[in-house]
């Protein structure tokens, strides 16, 4: 589904990502971990498509065609979907009409019919189960005055909404207490399917416990350095990330 | 809402669509202004003696006076013996009903998407249509009469009611307030005229559509609402011109009046052409409108969104003389290019307990120039008065300018004033999340912009705040990215 090859990025003409090669496939859940600047959140970042990296090297394919040519709205109509680590407010809009407005233009880029309000608030009806979020919360600004769970359950909601095949969920468990990131985590597990794929970006093992991955990936200074199992992710909670950098800067020498 | 989207995707990918003009026989005064194009008009019109003496005393009290300069806007002087004060489009006799009018003229309305034909009229909205310098039409006449509602164009309403005009006429802005209303006074040609009398509510959205055709012609038009005790109205202002490339003068007045307990609501989308991309051409738009809530628990409440012009010079303002009455102002304003508006309100308190409520947002893209100018002033007598205003921008690029300029003068130490402001711009951030979710960026744009405008935008009776909705996206088409 997901091919990235040698792939390179910059900011501001400062190298974050040197090198990165991941296979995903459909129905596989991938952790992507790492301390803190190791560019994870880059990574999450160049694959939606945001403007101030530059991608210097490199390829990504997503389902055949080369992600990098695409604008950010048509990796999203072609499925990719990313969950943000700071989800962004806009005052004035309503989660709902949001949600509508999105949903329709990727529905017409895959040549299907707009739904209509009455369709539209059943499959919204359905969706909010998924992740116990509250009609009253869809009907307020978008994200303005959430709390940091409730922002987290609005992606994870909006996820629900728009079925993408490539989930990017970025750093979802910060800022969740135990409840909250326990009925995100059930949100994800329950969207996901032998047809979808997820990449779970985060910085502690927690979030493993409830959406348990198939391999896990360990990032430092731009490089995937190792890649295992979810056992991976329990030796670096048990021992932190230090071992790895000693591994890998030694290398280097 | 893909209602909204599916317009907003229709018109983000037009330009100014009313651009358009039509040629057909006009009856026009000479070109230039002197008292004898004065007599012309007024005899043209059938005036009684006592309006043309208004108009003359009007005109010679604008000779003596100066154009203000003090607005944050820049223009080239406009001649005004350059221009031409009256054209009409040539009707043999007078209408007596729409199936009389000229089917051509009907039919300019019609391209405007306003239909003066009754049956098919959208249910609840009159409409007096205003081309040049006459109104064409007048639709619903019968079903208001009925309730006593008086709805015409004004030189009917001077034929029919002249107590009623003699009576309002100048009384709430006075021939002589300012150098644009002095002009007007002298010279307008038509207008609306609306008389809501005591414990009526009108069952209905009043409308006045105006449309600027003739070239080299300026539109000076006068509105009058009265609405005696108890009544209620909510009248609705649209207003369009074609693309041309020299400056158009548009200067109008509109005065409201309002009894005790009665309650006016107006609504303006302002569409005139703004000029092309270099700011050549566009409507000079100059106008005065000013509301007195002359009896006790009345209430007037503003709500423009202005869009169109290349200079915008208006303050729609409150004159709060009964206790207890209340004045509103919601305004959005967008400049895009090169446009330039310079507009805001002024609340003056002089009964007890009054109240005001000012929310203006400011939207500047391209190298235009928003200026929001705001006056409170509270009288001695005004003991409580209380007034809120919130006074946001909104910058779209680097090379537009937004400001504000608040006058607050407070002469009784009971009163409460506050005022916010916020300037902000729409950021990458929120472009880009809208883009993730799979909204273009245009799209992006017209939603955050709406949101932004929303408190004000939810003035609006329905219909129109779709077409305002339209036109924010339109006006904006193309500022980002």
């Known amino acids: 589904m997901l091919t990235i090859k040698n792939l390179h990025a910059s900011i501001e003409g400062t190298p974050i990502l040197r090198g990165i090669n991941l296979e995903v496939k459909a129905g596989e859940v991938h952790a992507i971990m790492g301390p803190n600047g190791s560019g994870k959140s880059t990574l999450a970042s160049v694959l939606a498509g945001r403007e101030e990296y530059e991608v210097t090297e490199g390829e990504v394919i997503f389902q055949g065609k080369d992600l990098l040519e695409m604008a950010p709205e048509d990796r999203a109509r072609e499925g990719v979907f990313l969950a943000f680590q700071y989800p962004v407010e806009i005052p004035g809009v309503s989660s709902t009409n949001f949600l509508r407005t999105a949903l329709n233009q990727v529905r017409e880029y895959r040549g299907q019919e707009p739904l209509d309000a009455v369709k539209f608030l059943s499959l919204m009806k359905e969706k909010m189960k998924l992740v116990e979020i509250d009609q009253k919360l869809l009907s307020r600004s978008l994200n303005e005055g959430f709390s940091g769970g409730e922002k987290k359950r609005n992606e994870i909601f909006q996820m629900a909404m728009l079925e993408p095949t490539l989930s990017i969920?970025?750093?979802?468990?910060?800022?969740?207490?135990?409840?909250?990131?326990?009925?995100?985590?059930?949100?994800?597990?329950?969207?996901?399917?032998?047809?979808?794929?997820?990449?779970?970006?985060?910085?502690?093992?927690?979030?493993?416990?409830?959406?348990?991955?198939?391999?896990?990936?360990?990032?430092?200074?731009?490089?995937?350095?190792?890649?295992?199992?979810?056992?991976?992710?329990?030796?670096?909670?048990?021992?932190?990330?230090?071992w790895i950098k000693e591994e890998v800067d030694s290398a280097a020498v | 809402m893909s209602k909204d989207n599916q317009i907003l995707e229709e018109f983000t990918s037009k330009e100014y669509e009313h651009g358009w003009s039509v040629n057909y026989e006009a009856d026009e005064a000479p070109i230039?202004?002197?008292?004898?194009?004065?007599?012309?008009?007024?005899?043209?019109?059938?005036?009684?003696?006592?309006?043309?003496?208004?108009?003359?005393?009007?005109?010679?009290?604008?000779?003596?006076?100066?154009?203000?300069?003090?607005?944050?806007?820049?223009?080239?002087?406009?001649?005004f013996q350059k221009l031409r004060y009256y054209s009409a489009p040539k009707q043999t006799k007078k209408p007596k009903s729409l199936n009389e009018v000229d089917p051509e003229l009907l039919a300019i309305y019609e391209r405007l998407g306003i239909s003066l034909n009754e049956q098919k009229r959208l249910q609840g909205i009159a409409v007096d249509a205003v081309l040049d310098s006459v109104s064409v039409a007048t639709t619903f006449k019968d079903t208001l009469?009925?309730?006593?509602?008086?709805?015409?164009?004004?030189?009917?309403?001077?034929?029919?009611?002249?107590?009623?005009?003699?009576?309002?006429l100048g009384s709430v802005v006075p021939m002589t307030d300012n150098y644009y209303a002095a002009l007007n006074s002298a010279v307008f040609s038509d207008g609306s005229f609306c008389y809501i009398p005591k414990g009526v509510r009108c069952p209905m959205e009043l409308s006045t559509y105006f449309r600027i055709n003739a070239a080299n012609t300026g539109q000076f038009e006068r509105t009058l609402i009265v609405a005696e005790d108890e009544s209620y109205v909510s009248y609705l202002e649209g207003c369009t011109a074609p693309q041309r490339d020299e400056n158009q003068l548009h200067a109008a007045v509109v005065e409201i009046y309002a009894a005790a307990h009665a309650e006016v609501k107006y609504s303006t989308v302002q569409n005139w052409f703004p000029g092309d991309k270099e700011g050549k051409g566009g409507i000079y738009n100059f106008v005065t409108k000013r509301g007195i809530c002359a009896g006790d628990h009345s209430k007037i409440s503003w709500t423009q969104v202005e869009t169109g012009s290349a200079v915008t010079w208006k303050y729609p303002s409150c004159i709060l003389k009964g206790d207890n009455s209340v004045g509103e102002f919601y305004s959005v304003a967008v400049t895009n290019n090169m446009q330039q508006a310079d507009t805001g309100t002024k609340m003056i308190h002089i009964g007890k307990n009054t109240k005001s409520r000012i929310v203006s947002k400011g939207i500047s893209a391209g190298k235009s120039q928003n200026s929001y100018r705001g006056q409170v002033h509270v009288m001695k007598r005004a003991t409580n008065a209380r007034n809120f205003s919130q006074c946001d921008s909104l910058l779209m690029g680097d090379r537009c300018g937004a400001h504000t300029f608040p006058y607050i003068d407070i002469q009784n130490p009971t009163a409460k004033v506050e005022h916010e402001a916020t300037t902000s711009k729409i950021g990458e951030d929120q472009i880009f999340y809208c883009n993730q979710r799979g909204i273009d960026t245009e799209d992006a744009v017209a939603l955050i912009v709406n949101g932004y405008a929303k408190e004000v935008l939810n003035q609006l009776p329905m219909e129109f705040a779709v077409e305002a909705q339209k036109l924010l996206a339109l006006t904006l088409e193309g500022s980002v990215g």
């Open chain 2, 145 to 168: 009469g009925k309730l006593g509602i008086i709805f015409c164009s004004f030189s009917e309403a001077v034929k029919e009611h002249p107590e009623l005009v003699k009576k309002y």
């Open chain 2, 32 to 79: 230039g202004l002197n008292e004898e194009i004065i007599r012309w008009i007024s005899a043209k019109k059938e005036e009684p003696e006592w309006l043309l003496e208004w108009r003359l005393k009007a005109f010679r009290t604008w000779q003596t006076m100066e154009e203000p300069e003090w607005a944050n806007i820049h223009y080239p002087k406009v001649d």
């Open chain 1, 169 to 242: 969920l970025d750093e979802t468990d910060s800022g969740l207490d135990i409840d909250a990131l326990r009925i995100v985590s059930n949100g994800v597990n329950q969207l996901k399917s032998d047809k979808n794929a997820t990449i779970v970006v985060t910085h502690y093992q927690r979030l493993l416990d409830y959406i348990v991955p198939d391999y896990v990936h360990v990032l430092y200074k731009g490089r995937i350095v190792k890649s295992g199992t979810k056992e991976l992710a329990l030796e670096l909670e048990e021992k932190g990330y230090d």
